[in-house]
């Protein structure tokens, strides 16, 4: 049995909130740099140099890359034999968005009552956590600050059985095509194949936090992420919907067993501002 | 090149804007997001005036990350156009005559820009720390209550944006779709 104290906790989320916000990670950006090199279209080129020059300002500037800087998604991966002291894992976790996104000089977005008052919160909390029970004891903790425009695009369906691999393209691509500019293409697009409609779509975010552009290690699913990969970037859209080859950075697909009535897929969008950031305690 | 375009418009330098143009805006914009703009439609439906003088103006859909000491601004990129589609036909009825945002427009908003001779532009989504460097002056006018999304007046100077969609229907988006599009 480990102990990891509920303050240590707090602290790593503050910091985290803060890193991933600023720092665009490696693979993003990277994945951001290949488009650039593939991209023909003129005012594609132009507004991907301008992302990059944005995203190396805010690092210079410890500044937050996007104005909106999200709902604050953690994903908390428990070994077994850790045992979380000094208070509860998810007032430790919000304590630490609460204050991560003060001392960073973060947009605090969250309302309450979304139905109605839509008051903000204006600590950033509830942040949305995922927990998870792993082997061995250590504590994971990951930071997707996820922005509401691309997440708006985000859809789910359950498909009769009989429609397939085709229908699951066919509804992919269809979202990519009907959002348009609204998510900030290049997108990274999370499919979640399986399961119940609840499991489908935690497939689909928990896609999003695997190294952008990584291919599955099933090959079937790997060629089903090519294949909509290309079928998403023949429509054309671009970088910022101006019109372009490159429309998505990447399609990470995750999938699950489903019942014998069911095929439930669930597509969770990632504006290009692909911000993660972990820790393992 | 870009164009070097300076605000206020006027109609005479919106006859010149093309969808497509590459444009550097300088001079006076307002920001409002959701919440502002459900508040003034509301005033201007109760025959109330508008917090500012919206003729011939230009408003940014725009919610600001807090500025850091020494800052104008935080980091202040655009948000999505499209939530701001019910209430944009009712403000450019009353003089609004260029929008800023990101993403695609309603079709009754794309005839009000025919009808009433204003442009929307689009600036690159998610560059809030580069866009925040052409922000010389920020200062909330109203709803001070609303936080990120309260009324607040810019002075910019050289902010970079797109033409999307110009008072002749065109529209970048669906151009430059169209060019790049690969038929299956």
């Known amino acids: 049995m480990k102990e990891i104290k509920a303050s240590t906790i707090t602290e790593t989320v503050a910091r985290l909130c803060q890193e991933a916000n600023f ?130 695009c985000s859809r789910l369906t359950v498909l009769t059985p009989a429609k397939g691999r085709q229908g699951i393209i066919d509804f992919v691509v269809d979202i990519v095509n009907s959002s348009g500019s609204n998510p900030c293409p290049p997108i990274i697009i999370g499919v979640g194949i399986g399961g119940t409609t609840d499991k489908t779509m935690a497939l689909a975010k928990k896609a999003l936090f695997r190294k952008v552009g990584e291919p599955s290690s099933d090959p079937e699913v790997a060629e089903l992420e090519k294949e909509l990969l290309k079928q998403i970037n023949n429509l054309g859209i671009g970088t910022m919907g101006y019109g372009g080859r490159i429309t998505a950075l990447a399609v990470h697909v995750e999938t699950f067993p489903s019942h014998i009535a069911s095929l439930p897929v669930a597509a969770n969008i990632q504006c290009w501002c692909a911000r993660h950031k972990e820790a393992i305690l | 090149m870009p164009k070097k375009i300076k605000l206020p418009l006027t109609d005479d330098v919106i006859k010149d804007l093309k969808s497509g143009d590459d444009i550097l805006l300088s001079g006076v914009l307002y920001v409002a997001r959701d919440a502002a703009h459900k508040k003034m439609v509301e005033a201007l439906e109760q025959g109330k005036p508008l917090p500012f003088d919206i003729k011939g103006q230009t408003i940014y859909y725009m919610g600001p990350a807090p500025a850091k000491p020494g800052q104008v601004i935080g980091s202040a990129g655009p948000t999505t156009s499209g939530r701001m589609d019910t209430y944009a036909p009712k403000l450019m009825a009353v003089g609004l005559k260029g929008m800023i945002g990101k993403g695609n427009r309603a079709q009754p908003v794309k005839d009000a820009m025919r009808q009433y001779k204003a442009v929307y532009f689009a600036a690159i989504g998610g560059a809030g720390a580069l866009i925040s460097k052409s922000i010389k002056k920020a200062e909330v006018v109203a709803y001070d209550e609303l936080g990120a999304e309260a009324l607040r007046r810019l002075e910019v100077e050289g902010f970079p944006a797109t033409v999307i969609n110009d008072i002749y229907g065109g529209d970048l988006y669906a151009e430059g779709k169209a060019k790049y599009q690969v038929k299956a």
């Open chain 1, 23 to 152: 720092f665009l990670p490696e693979d993003t950006l990277e994945a951001l740099k290949k488009a650039r090199k593939n991209e023909e279209s003129p005012q594609g080129q132009q507004a991907l140099d301008r992302i990059l020059e944005n995203a190396k300002l805010a690092k210079d500037e410890q500044q937050a890359i996007c104005q909106d800087c999200g709902v604050a998604v953690v994903y908390v991966e428990i070994g077994q034999d850790v045992h979380v002291t000094g208070s509860y894992l998810y007032d430790a976790i919000d304590e630490g968005v609460r204050q991560g996104y003060e001392k960073g000089y973060l947009r605090k977005s969250m309302v309450r009552q979304p139905f109605s008052a839509r008051v903000n919160t204006k600590d950033n909390t509830p942040a949305v956590i995922h927990t998870e029970i792993v082997p061995g004891d250590k504590l994971k903790i990951s930071v997707l600050p996820k922005g509401g425009g691309s997440e708006n």
